[in-house]
């Protein structure tokens, strides 16, 4: 049983919009919310990015940008 009085949302999907909804309730709530964002991947690919990889200017490591460098504080990541 969940004792806890904090409403809880969570957020299927990490994409601009899941990123900057978490990124809102955070900010507005703070400590007063618990966020919990899932998504199938650990980071997010901007979609011209892929272009520098498929070109070979970039590896795809270089375009990854880890979900975990732009969580707020109090948005608990899952996968």
Do not use: W
Not at 30 to 58: E, N, P, Q, R, Y
Not at 61 to 78: C, E, F, I, T, W
Request: net charge neutral; proline share 4%; hydrophobic share 40%.
């Amino acid at each position: 049983m969940n004792t806890s009085s904090k409403p809880r949302v969570l957020v299927l999907g990490a994409g601009f919009g899941g990123l900057e909804l978490t990124s809102l309730l955070s900010e507005t709530f703070g400590d007063g919310i618990d966020v919990t964002l899932i998504d199938k991947s650990d980071a997010f690919v901007f979609g011209f990015s892929k272009l520098d990889v498929m070109f070979g200017h970039k590896t795809a490591d270089a375009v990854r940008l880890p979900y975990s460098n732009y969580a707020k504080p109090g948005v608990h990541l899952l996968r």
